[in-house]
């Protein structure tokens, strides 16, 4: 078989110990590139971050970002996919947010609107997903209900991802069968303390479509890799669908094939054995 797409999700996947790309995925990446194979990040951040890891590994391929709610061919700066929330979908988000007092960011392509009634716990939790002013995403805080939403109005049609946060899990299983009891928006566990929320009909499975459409290749030809809830989709419609040896059980159940651990470079283990035929 003679892949020629192989989307690799970011954190849990790509990266190995402390957020580090392993070299041996790197080495990997760089071989397949150059034999001519689409190396696509399809990730759960947002889209200035997934342009930062590709030129990290040094692709120009297009990336899948916010968790597929963006499909863009950055190098050319074509925007394949786009999708937003509407007005309806985040007045439902800060309804809810409000009465499970979640601390919440919203995001865009380059930006992140956080937001929290109890004070700095919003800053501190976006410490703790690991970004830095190195990723070049700007931080707007709001204390209040009534200045975010008037952020969220100035911003809107710009809105493609949302992260709820809460020290309490009860309080997240009551936000999450609200909003998939009451609403068409896309739902996904993040971890044991978040949630994250896309627009109606957005996952990376969806845009791995959307994308294969746009290089006129057939699906058969792909290959997907992640290891969270947020990847289930994509590697259920992958030619060929991996999942971490570190993945959770959900996806392992859909996927044809399971790697390597992503500090054990799994990404290389499938590169080499179906792409390079270094395993055979």
């Known amino acids: 078989m003679s892949y020629k ?3 690799i999700d970011v954190d849990g996947t790509l990266l190995g110990e402390s957020g580090i790309i392993p070299e041996e995925n790197i080495l990997a990446i760089e071989q397949a590139y150059k034999k001519g194979v689409q190396v696509v990040i399809s990730t759960g951040r947002i889209y200035s971050n997934a342009v930062q890891i590709a030129k990290r590994i040094q692709v120009k391929s297009p990336v ?8 863009k061919d950055w190098y050319n700066g074509k925007t394949i996919f786009h999708a937003s929330f509407t007005r309806g979908e985040y007045e439902k988000l800060l309804e809810l947010l409000s009465k499970y007092k979640l601390v919440a960011h919203f995001y865009t392509m380059d930006r992140v609107i956080a937001y929290s009634a109890i004070g700095s716990i919003a800053a501190l ?25 008037k952020k969220l109005i100035d911003l809107e049609g710009h809105i493609v991802k949302c992260v709820l946060y809460s020290i309490d899990k009860e309080n997240l299983r009551g936000f999450r069968k609200e909003i998939e009891d009451n609403s068409d928006m896309s739902v996904f566990g993040a971890g044991s303390y978040s949630i994250e929320i896309g627009p109606k009909g957005v996952s990376k499975g969806n845009s791995v479509k959307i994308l294969s459409n746009y290089l006129s290749i057939n699906i058969d030809d792909v290959i997907c890799i992640g290891d969270n809830e947020n990847d289930i989709e994509m590697v259920k419609y992958a030619g060929l669908g991996v999942a971490m040896g570190n993945g959770v059980d959900s996806l392992k159940e859909v996927a044809d094939y399971v790697t390597d651990t992503n500090i054990n470079s799994g990404v290389a283990n499938v590169i080499n054995k179906f792409i390079l035929a270094k395993n055979p």
Request: aromatic share 12%; glycine share 2%.
């Open 5 to 7: 797409v192989i989307c």
């Open 64 to 71: 899948i970002a916010a968790n597929g709610a963006v499909v």
């Open 125 to 149: 939790v976006y410490k703790m997903k690991n970004y830095s002013k190195s990723n070049k995403i700007y931080v707007d805080s709001y204390l209040t209900l009534k200045s975010l939403r």
